[in-house]
């Protein structure tokens, strides 16, 4: 008989182990998959995961890398403050969308003059953008106790109207005769946000995903705010006895965690998409939330996910081009990480015991 | 900087070069918005692109990806497209423009075609179709089915093409039948069926017994099957599994003739950049079947004004016709110009609500 044990202590070493056996097990149960389709598996496998970062287009797809994951990491970081505290913040899309339109907007406000300090002021308009609307689900959860996941969800939808709205009206390229979607920033010097070296997918995004990094390992490790926040997480009671103001920390991780995501919105918008269109947004805000926990909401942790996230994404791409995979199967392929994930994260906390139960 | 950019282009080039020699093969990529199993835009298109593996054979190698969202991520299979050997790219959405235009300048051996957009370049060609024509015809069959004389029209995104197909629909619908209303919803998708099915239920609770769609899904089709009284089209597809009722008729996205002329043009290396913009006659908008839910006279009525429309007779936007807010637009006799139809950004008189800005 097989049954689980809780561990006294969650194994530390299970814990650094799980990422990896999750993504071997995604390997091998996403090569059946693979197989099942007719594909050769080791040959889909090896699409997905070499080809980006060894195969002889390497010198593109690396740099995509960059750009792909780069964004996933700056709105993770944010979100795995708040997840520590048990702060869930699930409208990062939201704030995503809104830190692009505002930061875009100041970019297009000021064409066409051309000044070093357009891209700042857009750098802070989105930070602002993004933080605001976290504020919304952040205000009513201290003030009424609405719940924040509830809230910060729909207000992704309410996002989106407003992005619709934005590219038809407000921010539409008066010379794109009359078809929705903004002048494209890329065009437009002062509010370029390029490479940092040319054709290595180093924007400033990347940049402000790796200082989040940085940022949020110091202040987990080394600062007050961060201990409250872990507190919290691991016992609100304790916390609470400690002096630790649940208001302001509800203040402080959704504002971060919005701010982040208006930051990542806005370096999106003026460098890779280039233009504010309808459907600007592609699940950065949502799919951040995997990442987050992939990372095991440790920043180091975050950043490596980020990037195995963006690995799966650009070579399932290649793996639909060259083997004709479906995109489902992809899809399907990166729903297993997640959930291979869950599933071993039961051994950080259980031990099996084979055998018979003791009578207490 | 500079260095580094040309380096970086340099390189492009040679993986280019080495990818095109490998084989002799002419390599055609898609790159498509929805899933292949969409049942509407997407699935026309990779019929086109199985219509050019039909034609030649083992010359030519097909490659596709699927639901690619527009943007950076489309930007990114293009260039993999082109870097793995491609000769001929197919962007079939309209979000695609600026991607295209960026990749196709980094590799100038490399041809594109954008559809629905408006930017060119000396390798890029745009093509659409003048699904307007086919609007004509379904409006003049919907004015005639519809009891409620409420016409339902599910809108995609309110972009010129979208505009073209309604103000289309609802003047030849008006022309057969004077009192007919239409009540337009915006999904703001072209494939969601869980929206599509929403907005098709809203459009049918409020009295309307004939919905046209302009997005891809077969969901509508289902959810007026469900309401048992309400008139559809197919979109894009025939979505014939649907018929004899509700479906009665639909729009058929034909790409390919279109897309094995292209690909002959770059295997024959005449390939040049140009603008398409074909419809009834030429066969990329086809008329799916006219069912037998649909009275004989009205089936010939709106089979007459396809002929005409095809031999050029007859112009779907052809005045007197009025914008919305009553100010002049064509003259009795006069036809819309295509600069004019390209940016259609108004309704006709008689058209209520807005537009969304």
């Known amino acids: 008989m097989v049954r689980l044990e809780k561990r006294a202590e969650p194994s530390r070493a299970w814990s650094m182990a799980t990422p990896v056996v999750a993504v071997l097990a995604t390997m091998i149960a996403g090569g059946l998959l693979f197989a099942a389709l007719g594909k050769d598996p080791v040959e889909a496998i090896r699409t997905i995961f070499w080809e980006p970062l060894f195969g002889e287009f390497s010198f593109y797809y690396r740099p995509q890398l960059v750009v792909k994951g780069a964004p996933l990491v700056l709105i993770a970081i944010g979100l795995s403050l708040g997840f520590k505290a048990g702060i869930w913040n699930i409208g990062a899309e939201g704030q995503y969308i809104i830190g692009a339109l505002t930061g875009a907007g100041v970019g297009l406000a000021f064409y066409p003059m051309e000044s070093v300090v357009i891209f700042p002021l857009m750098v802070l308009a989105g930070a602002l953008g993004g933080w605001a609307w976290a504020m919304i689900p952040a205000v009513l959860k201290t003030r009424f106790g609405t719940n924040e996941i509830l809230v910060s969800l729909m207000l992704v939808y309410v996002a989106e109207q407003l992005l619709a709205s934005m590219s038809l009206g407000l921010l539409k390229n008066p010379e794109g005769y009359g078809f929705p979607g903004s002048r494209n920033l890329q065009q437009y010097a002062s509010a370029h946000n390029g490479d940092l070296i040319a054709g290595s997918g180093l924007h400033w995004g990347a940049a402000a995903a790796l200082i989040a990094v940085i940022f949020a390992y110091v202040l987990l490790n080394r600062h007050m705010t961060g201990f409250h926040i872990r507190l919290t997480g691991d016992a609100p009671r304790a916390a609470r006895f400690a002096g630790v103001s649940p208001t302001r920390l509800v203040l402080f991780c959704m504002g971060v965690s ?62 639909q081009s060259n083997l004709g995979l479906p995109s489902a199967a992809i899809q399907v392929f990166q729903g297993m990480l997640l959930f291979f994930l869950l599933a071993f994260d039961v051994l950080t906390n259980f031990r099996i015991r084979l055998g018979a139960s003791e009578v207490a | 900087m500079k260095i580094t950019a040309l380096l970086a282009s340099a390189a492009m080039a040679l993986g280019l070069a080495s990818a095109a020699v490998a084989d002799d093969k002419t390599k055609v990529g898609f790159v498509y918005v929805g899933p292949v199993g969409d049942g509407g835009w997407t699935y026309e298109h990779d019929q086109g692109r199985l219509a050019v593996e039909e034609a030649f054979g083992d010359k030519v190698e097909t490659v596709y990806v699927e639901s690619v969202a527009e943007g950076p991520d489309s930007e990114r299979v293009m260039t993999q497209m082109a870097l793995e050997g491609a000769d001929l790219i197919f962007t079939t959405s309209f979000g695609y423009m600026d991607p295209t235009i960026n990749v196709a300048k980094k590799f100038p051996n490399v041809k594109f075609e954008h559809a629905t957009g408006y930017k060119r370049a000396d390798n890029v060609s745009t093509y659409s179709a003048r699904f307007y024509e086919g609007r004509a015809v379904q409006g003049t069959i919907a004015g005639h089915m519809t009891k409620s004389n409420v016409i ?44 599509e099915a929403d907005a098709a239920k809203v459009l049918i609770e409020q009295g309307a017994d004939v919905i046209l769609q302009h997005t891809d899904s077969t969901a509508p089709q289902a959810a007026a099957q469900a309401a048992g009284n309400v008139v559809t089209f197919g979109q894009a597809s025939d979505m014939a599994e649907y018929g004899p009722f509700p479906r009665v008729s639909s729009i058929i996205d034909n790409w390919a003739p279109y897309y094995i002329a292209r690909t002959k043009a770059v295997m024959d290396g005449t390939w040049t950049s140009v603008d398409t913009w074909d419809g009834i006659a030429p ?6 079947e006219i069912s037998d839910a649909v009275p004989a006279e009205v089936k010939a009525e709106a089979l007459a004004l396809k002929e005409a429309i095809a031999s050029g007779e007859y112009h779907p936007f052809t005045g007197p016709l009025k914008k919305q807010d009553g100010s002049d637009w064509l003259a009795a006799g006069a036809v819309a110009d295509d600069g004019t139809l390209a940016g259609m950004n108004f309704f006709v008189e008689g058209l209520t609500g807005d537009i969304p800005q």
């Not at chain 1, 280039?274 to 950043?303: K, M």
């Open chain 1, 258 to 319: 919005g701010a982040l995501a208006g930051l990542a919105g806005l370096f999106e918008v003026s460098g890779p998409a280039g233009v504010v269109s309808i459907d600007f947004n592609v699940g950065y805000g949502f799919t951040a939330i995997i990442v987050a926990f992939l990372g095991r909401l440790h920043p180091v942790g975050i950043l490596l996910a980020g990037a195995l996230m963006a690995l799966t994404y650009i070579g399932g791409d290649i793996a």
């Open chain 2, 152 to 195: 339902g029209y599910i809108g995609s995104f309110p972009i010129p093409e979208v505009i073209r197909g309604i103000n289309a629909a609802y003047i030849h619908a008006k022309k057969v039948n004077p009192d007919v209303e239409f009540k337009i919803v915006w999904a703001f998708t072209w494939f969601d069926p869980a929206k």
């Open chain 2, 283 to 288: 066969g990329m908008v086809g008329i799916g």
